[in-house]
């Protein structure tokens, strides 16, 4: 039931970030303080603003690749080429550069290839009816020996000043402080709109304590990270552009025409053709969206980490972490339910695990193995619940 509710959808990936950050940022260290004898203070080392910081930019770019699977997901589809592909991208952005292309244009000549590479897959979804776990597992493929030949070596640095701008230019304290309060002004009047379109429409409303109470956990939220990035750097242009750009494909996908007919296909694809939807072309544009996301999350990358990788990108865990973040996020693996904001608090979730575990000392397989078992448990939550709605 809390599922179906517009602000119930985000209670449960919230709840598991904040049992994350719980048991890290507060248990840990108790427990290490309390079994150490010598020691001298407890050490919140999970929730120091640097940690945070470091945090937010290593789920950057998990979070930019989530936001494009949702995107298919959503029609039920899925794409194991989202990495492979942000992979191309980043290292032919790699050899661009390192040829005298100016940044900017390298960029968009990057993003157009992520483009075309998801069109392509999709029309082969779409047109020849190829199964998209086929077309994509063919993809993430061909995508990693694509790289392999742009990359000989394996590793290639990007020095572009722009391109690395993006993860190093870092906001003002007081253009962080305007932003946040901008957002939830935004965020106020968009809930407070809403609310009076329904009751134009005779639909059903929310209290007003809940109306009110989302505005102001969102406008605590939004404090409380500015005033953390704030105490340790700044807000970095990263963030902002990641939050742009999901805010972006949000509206999209819930606000428009476009967006609706989305979820009607990966809820009933007869239904939508029946009525005039034309679920081919809705089909190909996602794959679109996938390979632009894929794109800028290669860019992401390669701005952050100042090179491009194959190990990095795709001979590593992001495409599974990026699906994982996807799907913790409550995007249903079946079609016709999510949200691209969930994908981001997904993303936080792979995030915070992998570095809770990191500086507890945890090793690989145990990183692997709990991400495995909080991946399997949101599908089955996901499951069960869509039992429950087709059951009443």
Not at 199 to 213: F, I, N, P, Q
């Amino acid at each position: 039931m809390m599922r179906e509710t517009r602000f119930g959808a985000f209670v449960p990936v919230l709840l598991a970030l904040a049992a994350i950050w719980a048991y890290f940022g507060l248990a840990v260290p108790l427990w290490e303080y309390w079994g150490d004898a010598d020691a001298e203070s407890i050490r919140f080392i999970f929730l120091s603003p640097r940690n945070i910081y470091n945090l937010f930019m290593q789920s950057a770019v998990i979070a930019t690749l989530a936001v494009g699977i949702t995107v298919v997901l959503l029609l039920g589809d899925i794409d194991l080429s989202a990495a492979a592909t942000a992979g191309v991208c980043a290292a032919l952005l790699g050899v661009l550069v390192l040829a005298g292309v100016p940044g900017p244009i390298a960029c968009l000549i990057v993003m157009g290839v992520g483009i075309i590479m998801g069109t392509a897959q999709g029309i082969l979804v779409a047109y020849v009816g190829i199964p998209s776990f086929v077309v994509t597992l063919a993809g993430l493929l061909g995508f990693q020996g694509l790289m392999q030949k742009i990359l000989p070596t394996g590793n290639l640095n990007v020095g572009d000043p722009f391109v690395r701008g993006f993860a190093r230019v870092l906001l003002p304290d007081a253009l962080g402080w305007v932003l946040a309060l901008a957002c939830i002004a935004v965020f106020a009047w968009l809930s407070l709109r809403k609310q009076g379109q329904r009751k134009a429409r005779g639909l059903e409303l929310d209290s007003t304590a809940a109306v009110w109470g989302q505005i102001a956990f969102f406008g605590a939220l939004m404090l409380a990270t500015v005033a953390t990035l704030n105490s340790y750097r700044s807000v970095p242009l990263l963030i902002v552009l990641l939050m742009a750009i999901t805010a972006l494909v949000g509206w999209i996908t819930t606000s428009t025409p476009y967006g609706r007919s989305i979820f009607s296909v990966g809820g009933n694809p007869e239904s939508a053709r029946r009525v005039g939807m034309n679920v081919k072309r809705i089909r190909v544009s996602a794959f679109a969206i996938v390979g632009l996301m894929a794109a800028i999350g290669g860019i992401f990358g390669a701005s952050r980490f100042g090179s491009v990788s194959y190990t990095a990108f795709a001979g590593g865990s992001l495409l599974l972490e990026s699906i994982g973040a996807a799907v913790i996020g409550g995007t249903s693996l079946f079609g016709g339910r999510g949200s691209v904001w969930n994908a981001i608090l997904g993303a936080l979730v792979i995030g915070s695990l992998g570095n809770g575990l990191d500086l507890s000392g945890a090793s690989a397989a145990d990183k692997l193995m709990f991400s495995g078992a909080i991946l399997l448990l949101a599908v089955a939550i996901d499951a069960v619940s869509r039992s429950g709605i087709s059951e009443r």
